[in-house]
């Protein structure tokens, strides 16, 4: 038996966030992670919370307000707005920023987003924040027990790219400042290789999650890997540990403050998936295999309350399946890069437009949901394709032909060709390219005002002009790639209420239980505000359980919400 002071079940953003928290507060703290690895789905991610009122955001000059704030999750959750969750969160998110900047190597900076639902009141820039990129060599020998980002996101195997490579990359063949960067960025990769045998540049959310691992390190967390937790200990309706499954053999876990669910939720788990999302067996998964719903299984078990009217909220995002010759298959998440870019459109099973292609990817899939599109098609053409890439092809100099032989790409030279290879009426989708092209010179999009919103601007191409966003599909030959509604992660855990305790079915906290993460029910209740929407979220959540947990010397009496940053 092993004892101490929390137990936290789960590595990622939520998990490691406490226990960096836990361990300046005084606290003994053990983190179990299931697979080999740590970093949870935050190693996938972008790695980019939302935190409003942020103190980065005067950087790039910007300013927020806790009132304009408040105004837009008002704005964009309608009924599902839970004043106890948002209350904690902005009273909370800033300070946990501060927090862990002087407390640990987590590292943001600035980026003038807007956040998603722009045109609604309240709405800002520069909310969500980017993680300053890690030089994984710092982690030394430590660095293999890191989650790599999804491989289809790397190029050359282990070769990170962040946002701001994006451009400069595109035109590494056409501006001197674009090769220099690019060719500094491959010069540095090439080293690793010869040095590491794999990049050692990490950006994104694989950043965070390298950043929160190494400050864990350093703040002496204890830090258990291939430790499957397996039940709860519970005695006279108190959470008293966990027993996990160490080394061939069942290990209890006491901890005299209290336990943290954070295990990343069920997107790979095939029954729960089955029984929640939509179009379950035309739906695709990015979370880790081994986000199993753990953490509500253990919970709801000791009576937590899983609410089954969020249990399937998820962070949609348009995927492409390609299928490899052995019969594996490679999922692309359609976050931005593409489908945001000036010469494409996406089309129905009719061939018409359905949405505005630059919106965000929770947007974008919920539309698909509630359409009951379970496939749909992004239509460009070679100019573009050559310019921007189209899912896991890349732009030029890369080559399309691999991928246009086994089928993920297809090609055809007309577009009533295309058509025909898509299954979608010839007659419509010629007619829907005429009249969005007609439109798209003058830089309009009347059906769907792609470009006019500030977030799809902003996503588009800032050098083309007049819209960043719109550009008329040119002459053949043509592309298209079948899109499938898809998730970054599910995030309808257990309910808790604004000191992250875990409820039960009562709303009556369950003594020494919490969760954060994406083992919590979203404050977000399956909206999405702006970028970081769970991160941000996540990292607060912990951030206030570790001090909760701190400030609870009876495991059996929870204490006071209020002055949660005495401890900070």
Known sequence: ??????????????????????????????????????????????????????????????????EAADTYLHAVLGEAYNGDLVNAYLDNAAGMLRFMETHSQVRFKPFPLPDYESDLPGAARSRSLLTESFDGRLLGERLNDLRMPLPQLMLFGSMQIEGADIHPMRHALKTWAGFKHTAGVMKRFVLDRVAHGRGTRIVNGNALAARLFHSAIEAGVTLWKNAPAKELIVEDGVVRGVIVEREGRREEIRAKHGVLLATGGYGANEEMRRKYIPFADQHYSLQPDGNVGDGVRMGTA????????????????????????????????????????????????????????????????????????PKVHLVANRDFLRSYGMGLVRPAPFSERAYVDDGYLIEAPTLGAL????????????????????????????????????????????????????????????????????????????????????????????PGLYAAGLDMNSMMRGRYPGGGSSIGPAMTFGYIAAHQMAKSHDIGTPATVAAVEELA
Request: hydrophobic share 40%.
């Open 419 to 510: 058509a025909g290879k898509i299954g979608v009426p010839a007659a419509a989708l010629e007619d829907t390219v005429a009249r969005f092209n007609a439109a798209a010179a003058r830089g309009e999009d009347p059906e769907f005002g792609r470009g006019a919103d500030a977030h799809s601007r902003f996503r588009g191409d800032a050098t083309h002009t007049p819209n960043p966003g719109l550009a008329p599909i040119g002459d053949g030959p043509y592309y298209a790639v079948a899109i499938h509604p898809g998730d970054l992660s599910t995030v309808g855990g257990l309910e808790t209420n604004g000191r992250a305790q875990v409820l039960n079915a009562a709303g009556v906290p369950i």
């Open 302 to 373: 000791v009576g937590a309350f899983h609410d089954p009217a969020h249990a399937g909220d998820c962070i949609w995002t348009p995927v492409s399946v390609y299928r490899r010759r052995d019969g594996s298959i490679v999922k692309y998440p359609h976050i931005f890069i593409d489908r945001a870019m000036p010469g494409c459109i996406a089309v129905d099973t009719g061939g018409r437009r359905f949405v505005n292609e630059g919106s965000s990817y929770q947007n974008f899939v919920g539309t698909m949901h509630r359409l009951e599109l």
């Open 1 to 66: 038996m092993t004892e101490t002071d929390i137990v936290i079940v789960g590595s990622g953003a939520a998990g490691l966030t406490a226990a960096i928290t836990a361990r300046v507060l005084g606290l003994q703290a053990v983190v179990i992670e299931k697979t080999e690895v740590f970093g949870g789905t935050t190693a996938y991610s972008g790695g980019a919370p939302w935190i409003p009122c942020n103190h980065l955001m005067e950087r790039i000059g910007l300013s927020d307000t806790r």
